[in-house]
C-alpha cells in the first residue's frame, strides 16, 4: 500500500495521495517536500516507485531482504537507511518475546520515502501530524525523518523498563524457586538483551556521527534533535549493557545456589549412607542361620539395637566435631 503526503511550501499547504507521475513538477520547488509511504507492499508497487525516483537496485533489493543491522549507504542525490523498530510481546511461546520490524528510508533533497513490511504506530503518529498541520513539513526531510526515529526510540523505553522489571524479579526468585521456569527465564532475559542490543549499537553508530564522514549532512537547526536522539539511544543502550551484566550475575548466582544445595543433599545422602554400612554389617552378620555366642538369650536382639544406637550416635556426633553437618 503506498500512502503519499505532499507540503506545498508556496500554499503553505498539505496534500494527501497526490499523483506521483507528476513528481518533477511537485519537487521543482525545493522547499516543498513530498512524503512516500509504503507498508505490505509488493515488488511492483517497490519497484514503480523506484523507477520514479531512479533508486538504485542494490538498494531496492534490500528493501525486499531482512537485513540485520541498522546502516547508512550514500548514493549521488539521496541517502538510503535502514532501521529496526521493536514489537515486544511477553507471552510469546514459538517465537522471541522481542522481534525487529525493519524500517527503510530512502531521504532526498525534498522527498523521503519510508518502506516497511507492516504498519508502524511510530509512522502512523508522525502521518496525523502531517494531515493536520504543515509545520512538522516545512522542516524538511530531516526533521521528518527525526521525527519518525524519536517515535521509534520511545517505543524503545516500555520494552527496556519491563526488562528491568523481569530482571528484579529473577533476583528476587532465585533464592526462593529452583527449577526449570527459572532456566527458561535467564534464556529469555539474554536473547531479548541480545536483539535489543543488536539493533541499538548500529543505530547509535549512524546518529552518533552526524555530518562526520560516515553519517549523512544535516542542517545546522537540526543538529539538536539529533543529538537528543543520541542521547536518548546512548541511555538505553546503557540500560541494556547494565542488563546483561546483571543477567550474566544473577546466572552465575542461581548456579552457585544450586550448586550449594546439590552439595548439601550429596552430603546428607553421603552421612546417611555411612552410618547405614556399618549397621548392614551388624545386622547381615546376626542375620545368619548359625548360632553365636548370646543368641538364646531373649535380651539379645536388644543388646544389638543398642549397640546400633550408640554406633550411630557417635558417628553423629564425629561428624559435628569434625564440621561435616
Given at each position: 500500500?503506498?500512502?503519499?503526503?505532499?507540503?506545498?511550501?508556496?500554499?503553505?499547504?498539505?496534500?494527501?495521495?497526490?499523483?506521483?507521475?507528476?513528481?518533477?513538477?511537485?519537487?521543482?520547488n525545493p522547499q516543498s517536500l513530498l512524503w512516500i509511504d509504503i507498508y505490505d507492499c509488493s515488488i511492483s508497487e517497490l519497484s514503480y516507485v523506484g523507477d520514479i525516483f531512479d533508486f538504485h537496485p542494490l538498494a531496492l533489493e534490500d528493501c525486499l531482504q531482512v537485513s540485520p543491522r541498522?546502516?547508512?549507504?550514500?548514493y549521488d542525490d539521496y541517502y538510503f537507511f535502514v532501521f529496526h523498530a521493536l514489537r515486544y510481546f511477553e507471552e510469546a511461546e514459538e517465537e522471541d518475546e522481542i522481534t525487529s520490524i525493519e524500517l527503510n528510508?530512502?531521504?532526498?533533497e525534498n522527498y523521503i520515502v519510508t518502506i516497511h513490511p507492516v504498519s508502524l504506530a511510530a509512522v502512523g503518529k508522525v502521518a496525523?501530524?502531517?494531515?493536520?498541520?504543515?509545520?512538522?513539513?516545512?522542516?524538511?526531510?530531516?526533521?521528518?525523518?527525526y521525527r519518525i526515529m524519536d517515535n521509534i526510540v520511545d517505543d524503545y523505553f516500555p520494552i527496556v523498563n519491563r526488562l528491568g522489571e523481569r530482571i528484579d524479579d529473577l533476583e528476587d526468585n532465585i533464592f526462593?524457586?529452583?527449577?526449570?521456569?527459572?532456566?527458561?527465564?535467564?534464556?529469555?532475559?539474554?536473547?531479548?538483551?541480545?536483539?535489543?542490543?543488536?539493533?541499538?549499537?548500529p543505530q547509535r553508530r549512524i546518529f552518533g556521527n552526524i555530518n562526520g564522514h560516515y553519517s549523512f549532512v544535516v542542517n545546522e537547526d537540526n543538529v539538536p534533535y539529533f543529538l537528543d536522539l543520541v542521547d536518548h539511544l546512548d541511555?538505553?543502550?546503557?540500560?541494556?549493557?547494565?542488563?546483561?551484566?546483571?543477567?550474566?550475575?544473577?546466572?552465575?548466582?542461581?548456579?552457585s545456589i544450586i550448586t550449594g544445595r546439590t552439595s548439601e543433599i550429596i552430603t546428607a545422602l553421603t552421612i546417611i549412607s555411612i552410618i547405614m554400612m556399618p549397621l548392614t554389617v551388624i545386622t547381615g552378620f546376626f542375620g545368619m542361620n548359625v548360632s553365636f555366642p548370646g543368641s538364646n538369650s531373649p535380651y539379645a536382639v536388644?543388646?544389638?539395637?543398642?549397640?546400633?544406637?550408640?554406633?550411630?550416635?557417635?558417628?553423629l556426633g564425629f561428624f559435628r566435631y569434625r564440621k561435616w553437618l
Open positions: 500500500m503506498i500512502k503519499t503526503y505532499f507540503y506545498d511550501h508556496e500554499k503553505n499547504t498539505m496534500f494527501h495521495d497526490v499523483d506521483l507521475s507528476q513528481k518533477d513538477i511537485l519537487l521543482a541498522a546502516k547508512l549507504d550514500r528510508v530512502f531521504m532526498g496525523r501530524i502531517c494531515l493536520r498541520e504543515t509545520a512538522l513539513m516545512n522542516l524538511g526531510p530531516e526533521h521528518l525523518l526462593l524457586n529452583r527449577g526449570q521456569e527459572i532456566t527458561e527465564e535467564i534464556l529469555a532475559l539474554k536473547r531479548n538483551i541480545i536483539v535489543l542490543r543488536k539493533v541499538l549499537i541511555s538505553i543502550l546503557d540500560s541494556a549493557n547494565s542488563y546483561r551484566d546483571l543477567v550474566n550475575s544473577s546466572t552465575e548466582t542461581y548456579y536388644w543388646y544389638i539395637l543398642l549397640g546400633m544406637a550408640v554406633l550411630s550416635m557417635s558417628m
